[in-house]
């Protein structure tokens, strides 16, 4: 449900900021036709015309800073309220492994190699002495 809402939200936003770039540039086009249908063209003139379109240029360099502000920030919470908990539950899960594997390898592997250990010994001990013959191999 809160998705739906944030999503309504972004996009009620995001036609905002579109309606205000394209009403700022409109004022531009507007200005610079005004600016360049005069008798004459001087100096003063073109000068207007690029001191207009670098107002523009900063807005568009300052709205984007903006949003990657607004990034940023998104991506810090992201972090702190996701990721973390997400490594200490995987820590936590890493530590319960690491110890259910030292507790198998102490209680049923150590006891199993070394019984096979001991009736390895004891079947090459027979084949010594001869009670048991070894097997051809062919």
Same mark, same amino acid.
């Given at each position: *449900?809160?998705?739906?809402?944030?999503?309504?939200?972004?996009?009620?936003?995001?036609?905002?900021?579109?309606?205000? *770039?394209?009403? +700022?540039?409109?004022? *531009? @086009?507007?200005? +610079?036709?005004?600016?360049?249908?005069?008798? /004459? =063209?001087? =100096?003063?003139?073109?000068?207007?015309?690029?001191?207009? +379109?670098?107002?523009?240029? /900063?807005?568009?360099?300052?709205?984007?800073?903006? +949003?990657?502000?607004?990034?940023?920030?998104?991506? /810090?919470?992201?972090?702190?309220?996701?990721?973390?908990?997400?490594?200490?539950?995987?820590?936590?899960? @890493?530590?319960?492994?690491?110890?259910?594997? $030292?507790?198998?390898?102490? $209680?049923?592997?150590?006891?199993?190699? /070394?019984?096979?250990? =001991?009736?390895?010994?004891?079947?090459?001990?027979?084949?010594?002495?001869?009670?048991?013959?070894?097997?051809?191999?062919?």
């Amino acid at each position: *449900m809160e998705t739906k809402q944030q999503d309504q939200k972004k996009k009620t936003i995001f036609i905002i900021i579109a309606v205000v *770039m394209l009403l +700022i540039l409109a004022g *531009m @086009v507007t200005g +610079i036709i005004a600016l360049s249908r005069a008798e /004459s =063209v001087n =100096v003063e003139k073109v000068r207007d015309i690029f001191i207009i +379109i670098l107002a523009f240029e /900063s807005l568009l360099i300052g709205g984007a800073l903006i +949003i990657l502000i607004i990034q940023l920030a998104l991506l /810090s919470n992201l972090i702190q309220n996701e990721v973390t908990p997400i490594l200490a539950s995987t820590k936590d899960t @890493v530590k319960t492994v690491k110890g259910t594997s $030292k507790f198998i390898s102490d $209680k049923a592997v150590a006891p199993i190699v /070394s019984a096979a250990g =001991v009736i390895a010994g004891g079947r090459k001990l027979f084949e010594l002495i001869g009670f048991i013959r070894e097997k051809k191999k062919e």
